[in-house]
C-alpha cells in the first residue's frame, strides 16, 4: 500500500505561523451552519458574527456569515494541494490509500473529509489515527464521534488533551478524497472583556486581545500591551461572558528581537467558575536568554470549562508586554450558537450538539438536525439508523427495534435470529 505525506509549513516566522493557526479557525467558522439570528450585517470589516467579535482571516475577506471565498492554506507551500486546496472538484488521482498531514503540534479537535461526489459511500471507508513526535498514536475515548452532513461529507470528531503533530486518514475511500479540513477550534479570547494591573503611557488593554497586531515590525500601543514599570506583578487577564472549553493558547510577543526575552518566564493561569485556579503554567526559559515570537501553551485543564484566564509576570524589572494573546476552544458540551449563550435542544441525546445547534446523537426513535422527527416506518433505533428486518409486517418499535411478530423461520424480540416463527406474548 503506497502513501502520501502532506507537509503544512509551520514556519516563516511570526506571519505565517499565525496564518496556520488562523486557518484552523477559518476552516471551522466557515463550516458551520447557524442561524441567521447569529450574525449582523453592520459589523466592521473582517468582523462578523452576532456582536461583531468574531475575526475574519480569509485573504479575500469574509461573507457576513464568515465563510471565506479562498483559504489562507492557499498561502502555504504545499506539497500536495488537490485535498488542502479547498476546492471539492481536485481529487486525490493516484490511487493511494494512506495520506499524512503534518501539523504544527498541539491538542487535536476534529476535522471534516470530503469524497468525490459521484462516489459518496468511499466517505465510510476512511479510517484515520492522530500520533505524537514521538509516533506514540493517540484514542479519541468516550467524546470521539463521526457524523455526515451531506452523504459524501464527514466529520470525526476526537479531542485530546496532548499535542498532536500527524493526521493519518487510511482506507479505501482514501483515493476519493478531495478536501480535507483540519479545525482547531475557535479564539474565544477575542474582544472579551479584560482587566490588567496597571499600563504603560499611550497603551490601552484592549490591544491584547483586539485580534490585530504590528504589520511594520514595531511594537504599537494601538494593538499590543505593555504593563506600567511600577508594577511588581503585572498582569493582563481575560474574562469570558461564560465558561468555556479551552485546548491552548497563543501569545505573540513584541516584535522586536531585540526585547524577545522581555516575555521569558511569564505565567499563565486559568480559573473555573468559582474561581478555583484550573492550570499553572510557567514558561521555562530564563529571562536573560532569547526569546520567541510566538508561544503555544497546551490547557491541561481542557476539559474544564474556565471563566478567566490571565498573563502574568512576577519580577519588578520586566513586566508583562505582548501584542495579542489567543484562546482556542469551544463551548461546553450542551450549549450552543457562535456566543455559546444557548443550551442544547432537550431533543437531543444527553442533550449535546455542535456550535451550530444540530444534534450530536438522537435518542431512539428520532432522527433529523434538532431530532425533532420520529423514524419513519421500517426504521429504529438512535437516529434511526437501524433497520426492521424479518418482522412480519416489516416495521418494529422505533426505540427498540422488537417486533410483534417475526416472519416464518425467524425468532426473538428483533426477529433476527431464524429458524422457526415466533410470536410474541
Not at 477559518?26 to 462578523?48: P, Y
Not at 490585530?212 to 494593538?223: K, R, V, Y
Request: proline letters at 5%; a negative charge.
Amino acid at each position: 500500500m503506497s502513501s502520501l505525506l502532506i507537509y503544512i509549513d509551520q514556519g516563516r516566522m511570526v506571519h505565517l505561523l499565525l496564518g496556520r493557526l488562523e486557518t484552523w479557525t477559518v476552516s471551522f467558522m466557515s463550516l458551520l451552519c447557524v442561524s441567521a439570528k447569529e450574525f449582523r450585517t453592520d459589523c466592521s470589516r473582517d468582523w462578523f458574527g452576532p456582536n461583531c467579535q468574531f475575526k475574519c482571516r480569509c485573504s479575500t475577506g469574509c461573507s457576513d456569515t464568515g465563510e471565506c471565498t479562498s483559504d489562507l492554506t492557499n498561502e502555504l507551500d504545499q506539497k500536495e494541494r488537490e485535498i488542502t486546496d479547498n476546492n471539492d472538484m481536485t481529487c486525490l488521482k493516484d490511487g493511494r490509500e494512506s495520506v499524512t498531514l503534518l501539523m504544527s503540534p498541539g491538542p487535536f479537535s476534529f476535522f471534516r473529509a470530503i469524497v468525490n461526489r459521484s462516489d459518496p459511500e468511499k466517505v465510510d471507508s476512511i479510517s484515520f489515527e492522530l500520533t505524537t513526535d514521538l509516533n506514540t498514536s493517540m484514542t479519541c475515548g468516550k467524546d470521539g464521534r463521526a457524523y455526515k452532513t451531506e452523504p459524501f461529507i464527514k466529520y470525526f470528531h476526537c479531542p485530546t488533551q496532548v499535542s498532536v503533530s500527524h493526521l493519518v486518514l487510511k482506507g479505501s475511500g482514501v483515493p476519493y478524497l478531495c478536501t480535507v479540513n483540519i479545525g482547531g477550534g475557535r479564539n474565544l479570547a477575542l474582544k472579551e472583556n479584560y482587566t490588567y494591573s496597571s499600563v504603560y503611557a499611550a497603551v490601552t488593554g484592549a490591544g491584547g486581545n483586539d485580534g490585530e497586531i504590528p504589520t511594520n515590525g514595531l511594537f504599537s500601543p494601538a494593538t499590543c500591551f505593555h504593563a506600567s514599570w511600577t508594577s511588581l506583578i503585572s498582569f493582563y487577564q481575560v474574562n469570558f461572558h461564560v465558561p468555556v472549553l479551552i485546548n491552548y493558547f497563543v501569545v505573540m510577543s513584541r516584535p522586536e528581537t531585540v526585547y524577545s526575552s522581555r516575555l521569558n518566564h511569564f505565567e499563565l493561569l486559568t480559573y473555573a467558575e468559582d474561581n478555583n485556579t484550573v492550570m499553572h503554567y510557567t514558561e521555562p526559559t530564563d529571562e536573560d536568554k532569547p526569546g520567541l515570537l510566538v508561544y503555544k501553551v497546551t490547557h491541561t485543564g481542557n476539559n474544564v470549562p474556565i471563566r478567566s484566564f490571565r498573563l502574568q509576570k512576577n519580577h519588578s524589572s520586566i513586566v508583562i508586554q505582548f501584542c495579542e494573546v489567543e484562546a482556542y476552544g469551544d463551548c461546553p458540551p450542551g450549549i450552543q450558537e457562535l456566543d455559546c449563550e444557548e443550551e442544547c435542544s432537550v431533543k437531543c441525546a444527553n442533550q449535546k450538539c455542535e456550535a451550530s445547534g444540530r444534534c450530536i446523537d438522537c435518542p431512539p426513535g428520532f432522527y433529523g438536525d434538532q431530532c425533532e422527527s420520529e423514524c419513519l416506518f421500517g426504521t429504529y433505533g438512535p437516529g434511526c439508523k437501524e433497520q426492521c428486518v424479518n418482522c412480519s409486517n416489516d416495521n418494529c418499535d422505533k426505540m427498540t427495534g422488537d417486533c410483534d411478530m417475526c416472519k416464518d423461520g425467524h425468532w426473538d424480540k428483533d426477529c433476527k435470529k431464524g429458524r422457526f416463527p415466533f410470536y410474541k406474548a
